[in-house]
């Protein structure tokens, strides 16, 4: 593929298609919005299909280890007799409600999904353990923040003292609120940045190849 | 009637007034006047865990996070600019790079971003297609993929960028557990504090969309991230202007800005 196929036409067609968007939702003309539309749904439409690119990277890859009987690889046949399964018993009608896809989904794949989910307050812990501790001025404030915050949510906090809650509610409705707001227009700012970078053509990482050699 | 939709003059007159500024820097970028952009910490991260994944004869496992067709849309194109310079890199120094993404609309970006650049550094047959892995839409499922490709593989270094949420933390958790060094980045304010708090290094917020024009180094790509800075002074102003004004009582300029 020519590099102008490959870089300039993506290039133009995204810079164009970002400068329509852009148009599209400060101008109200009924044409178009109407186009607007329709790009957002082309796009909906191409993620389908990608669908079928996923599960094709999955089989494939997971087959490879089968195949070669690499580590552990009855967990991958387990893992690709189920996706099988799933997509199966999901097509059978009435679609996504045969009573097997139900079962699985609600029984096996919801309650998983649960239990991986639960599993963050752990992850909250530790990595809570590890920023508390006051190692430098920044993490100290950290430490001192966060003992008001959690001791305000806590009903034990205000027993201690009715001072606490002040303290805790004060700390994430001023500093920590105007941290974030900060944030917020910051990453404003960086995404005009983005788009102008874009309607520009110099936002090239996606195009594959095209920063210019931006590893030295 | 407004040729502007109504409620969206604030919005319009705020981008319009962003755009010029860093189309002004990018003009005195191309007349010789470079901005200068501070150094980004982690750029110089990404490195040592390529090195260190390198040295340890272990892979780097980085992951692009978030949708093309969605607001996260910025952030995972940021995520793509990295990916080129780290595959670049490893292709480079021979290192062993598996990259997952999030998405599976982005298997077709990623898989073409890591392939041409192993072309472009000399490289082509150290492209192999299953180390593009792809676990799963659903969050928790790429995330305990994720997991169990840091326990099972021990990487290196462990680089996720993009529009993260709680998979994030799942996924730093076990790289932390495992030893290995990680680069996160996202500009997701309910993940700012476990990214910065737990990576080893972070790209937070604007960090994250400046990356690109960081690791390009063209006067273009700077200009857009001085013409920025002069973008944050007119907010600071705006806001400071307001504060005052709304303290005296005067509401009207405040409300200039409700959306």
């Given at each position: ?7 300039q ?15 599209e ?6 044409i178009?919005t109407?186009g607007?539309v ?27 280890i ?8 009855p967990?991958?046949l387990?893992s ?21 896809f ?5 029984n ?10 639960s ?13 508390f501790?006051?190692?430098?001025f ?26 606490i ?21 910051g ?13 520009l ?9 095209g920063?210019?050699?931006?590893a030295? | ?5 109504a409620?969206?003059v ?23 006047k ?6 980004l910490s ?15 004869g ?14 996260d849309?910025?952030q995972?194109?940021?995520s ?10 490893a292709?480079k ?8 993404p ?12 890591v ?6 550094e ?26 169990g ?9 462990v680089i996720?960028?993009g ?5 994030a ?7 932390v ?9 996202t ?7 476990w ?20 690791i ?13 800075d002069i ?10 202007v307001?504060a005052l004004?709304?303290?005296a ?11």
């Open positions: 593929m020519s590099s102008f196929v490959r870089t036409v993506p290039l133009f067609v995204g810079a164009a298609l970002t400068f329509y968007m852009l148009v939702f400060f101008i109200p003309v009924p178009l109407q607007g329709e790009i957002r749904t082309w796009g909906v439409i191409i993620a389908a299909f990608t669908m079928g690119l996923g599960v094709t990277t999955l089989v494939d890859n997971n087959l490879r089968i195949r070669r009987r690499g580590r552990n690889w967990y991958y387990y690709l007799i189920l996706m099988c399964v799933m997509i199966v018993t999901g097509l059978m009608p009435p679609m996504t409600k045969h009573f097997v139900l079962w699985l989904y609600n096996a794949f919801s309650r998983l999904a649960q239990a991986m989910y599993i963050l307050a752990f992850f909250i812990t530790t990595a809570t353990f590890r920023a501790r006051a190692t430098t920044a993490s100290a404030c950290v430490l001192v923040a966060g003992i008001f915050v959690i001791l305000t949510l806590a009903p034990i906090g205000a027993a201690i003292s009715p001072v809650p002040v303290i805790g509610t004060w700390v994430q409705n001023v500093p920590n609120l105007a941290g974030m707001r900060a944030i917020v227009i990453v404003g700012i960086g995404i005009v940045a983005l788009g102008v970078r874009t309607i053509g110099y936002e090239r990482g996606h195009l594959a190849g920063t210019g050699g931006g030295t | 009637m407004s040729i502007v939709a409620g969206k604030n919005q319009l007159a705020l981008l319009l007034a962003f755009s010029a500024a860093i189309a002004f820097v990018i003009y005195s970028a191309l007349k010789g470079m901005p200068e952009i501070r150094r982690a750029v110089d991260t990404i490195d040592q865990c390529i090195g260190r994944a390198v040295e340890m272990r892979p780097i496992l980085y992951s692009s996070v978030g949708y093309l067709t969605t607001i849309a910025p995972t194109i940021a793509f600019t990295v990916l080129e310079y780290v595959a670049r890199k292709a120094m021979n290192a062993d790079l598996r990259v997952v999030r998405y599976a609309v982005l298997i077709p970006s990623m898989t073409d971003i392939k041409s650049a192993y072309i472009a000399g490289h082509p047959e150290m492209f192999k297609s299953e180390k593009i892995m792809f676990f799963s839409d659903t969050q928790f499922a790429y995330a305990t993929g994720m997991m490709e840091i326990a099972r593989e021990r990487p290196a270094s996720v960028l529009a993260q949420s709680g998979e933390l799942c996924t730093l958790e076990s790289a557990i495992h030893g290995a060094m990680s680069v996160f980045g500009a997701n304010t309910h993940q700012l504090p990214v910065a708090l737990t990576a080893t290094d972070s790209l937070i917020g604007e960090e994250l969309f400046a990356v690109g024009a960081y390009s180094k063209e006067p273009i790509s700077v200009g857009t991230i001085g013409g920025g973008a944050r002074f007119i907010c600071i102003a705006i806001i400071g307001g004004l709304a303290t009582g005067v509401r009207w300029f405040a409300d200039l800005f409700k959306i």
